[in-house]
């Protein structure tokens, strides 16, 4: 009897994955390499494209090497990668920058007077907000700053183009990973003239806009037998995280919220159609030809707790950390935390955004620190998520992955904050699972994205506390109106 495996390969912004999974979506193997960023001047963030592509072929590898199967029992692999990255190419295809992330900042000025200027017909047209993430914001201070590279340049690239690009010859992109540019019309799915010529640059420049499932065959030799997979294995374009990493875990229909807390965090929705925000608090990116993925990230997840952590010196390990916190009664006996200590996305969309602890008392010790900290990242995307839910309706299943959904006592508080029901995959890997399910879809191995939901394997769920969600509702109501007040002195 045939086994037949597929593969996810996953780009963060912190580390590349590459997962081995059965049809079911049970792990098989996984391997992880990490990706360093540079920080050369402040606000400025990089990496290099060339060091991340020897990432991804080294971590494809591993984990066909642990999995102890056969590279012709693997059907195919779905690409997933983060958003908002931008590379200057030159004609051969040679990077000519390095990646700026989501994270570089440097064109906030730019941001600002756009904003005020054009912001209301820009968000608009794309549904991206106006903020120094964007590859558009990116693209206008290299033509402000006379940016060599920029000058350079024949080509613009995410590090998921210029992956592709190097193993395949190609100039592709998919409808998520262009829209997140800034640059694309989810209505039309083409590069938009008006935002071209604010750049300077021509539809040539960028690569050609294609669905989730297209096919990519003929990688060359020598990547594929460093990978230790076979050169005629079929590799599926797939899409950016947020919306695979909402498939994964099975949060694709109406009602359906998924919310993703690593370094940084997110909560998303699919949804048909465009739908954008009145006061440009969320984003709209496309999926599919008729779906798109609205909701609002966040630049303070676990690096808030990351950075408490440090900072009292605690030697423990990130769990007992995180279980000090356990000890505390909820709201921290009146200590609220803001947590935009990294600036902030969405709700603010402010790069110079700070964090602040209100209500400090002498009696506060570092567990009532940790709580509010926990406590403030879940208001955080609580409030994120009322945006969200002014547009799609009230959330009624909601599923959560990323590296806090490792901890039951933040998983009972996200239920108890936003009084639903919370599903957590076993895997732990949802990105890495959409991706390899829209590659499943493509090859026509399985016959619908939808048909992912009775292939996920799940915990249990966590039910909310009505006590604790009545405490909780009285707390989020003073952490709205501090944050309100404080956004003016940014």
Not at 99 to 125: C, F, M, V
Not at 301 to 324: M, P, R, T, V
């Amino acid at each position: 009897m045939s086994r037949e495996f597929v593969l996810g390969l996953d780009i963060g912004t912190t580390s590349v994955k590459a997962c081995v999974f059965n049809l079911h979506g049970n792990l098989i193997s996984e391997a992880e390499e990490m990706i360093t960023s540079y920080y050369p001047r402040p606000s400025w963030v990089e990496q290099n494209p060339d060091e991340i592509e020897r990432s991804a072929v080294q971590a494809v590898r591993d984990a066909v090497e642990k999995s102890g199967i056969g590279n012709n029992e693997i059907l195919t692999l779905g690409f997933s990668s983060a958003m908002h990255s931008l590379i200057c190419i030159n004609q051969d295809g040679k990077p000519l920058s390095p990646a700026l992330i989501w994270a570089d900042g440097r064109s906030y000025p730019q941001a600002e007077e756009i904003k005020e200027t054009l912001g209301n017909r820009i968000y608009s047209k794309t549904g991206t907000p106006i903020h120094p993430m964007s590859p558009f914001l990116k693209l206008v201070w290299m033509k402000e700053m006379q940016y060599e590279p920029y000058q350079e340049a024949k080509y613009f690239m995410s590090i998921k183009e210029y992956l592709l690009e190097r193993w395949f010859g190609q100039r592709v992109v998919d409808y998520s990973m262009a829209s997140a540019t800034g640059l694309f019309n989810p209505q039309t799915h083409q590069w938009d003239n008006e935002l071209l010529k604010l750049v300077d640059i021509d539809a040539e420049q960028l690569s050609k806009i294609v669905p989730p499932t297209e096919i990519l065959t003929g990688i060359k030799r020598n990547v594929a037998e460093e990978m230790g997979i076979k050169p005629e294995m079929p590799f599926v374009i797939g899409a950016a995280d947020g919306q695979l990493a909402n498939l994964g875990i099975g949060a694709i229909l109406p009602g359906e919220v998924a919310i993703s807390v690593g370094t940084s965090g997110a909560i998303r929705q699919l949804t048909k159609g465009t739908k954008i925000s009145d006061n440009h608090e969320t984003f709209c990116y496309s999926f599919t030809e008729d779906t798109t993925i609205i909701g609002g990230p966040t630049n303070n997840g676990g690096i808030a707790l990351q950075w408490l952590k440090e900072l009292l010196n605690y030697q423990g390990s990130y769990d007992e950390f995180l279980s000090e916190a356990e000890r505390v009664a909820p709201g921290a006996e009146g200590m609220i935390f803001l947590p935009y200590i990294n600036g902030e996305r969405a709700p603010l969309w402010n790069q110079h955004a700070k964090g602040s602890f209100y209500g400090i008392t002498m009696t506060h010790k570092k567990e009532y620190f940790i709580r509010a900290v926990l406590e403030g990242i879940t208001f955080n995307l609580f409030q994120i998520g009322k945006a969200l839910e002014r547009l799609a309706g009230e959330p009624q299943k909601i599923f959560v992955n990323g590296g806090l959904s490792r901890s039951i006592l933040w998983l009972q508080m996200m239920a108890d904050i936003f009084e639903t029901e919370i599903y957590v995959s076993e895997t732990h890997n949802s990105a890495a699972w959409g991706a390899a399910w829209t590659a499943l879809v493509a090859i026509g191995r399985v016959h619908s994205f939808e048909e992912i939901k009775m292939n996920i394997p799940m915990g249990k769920a966590i039910i909310p506390n009505k006590e604790t969600s009545a405490i909780y509702k009285n707390i989020y109501e003073k952490y709205e109106m501090l944050a309100k007040d404080m956004a003016k002195y940014f």
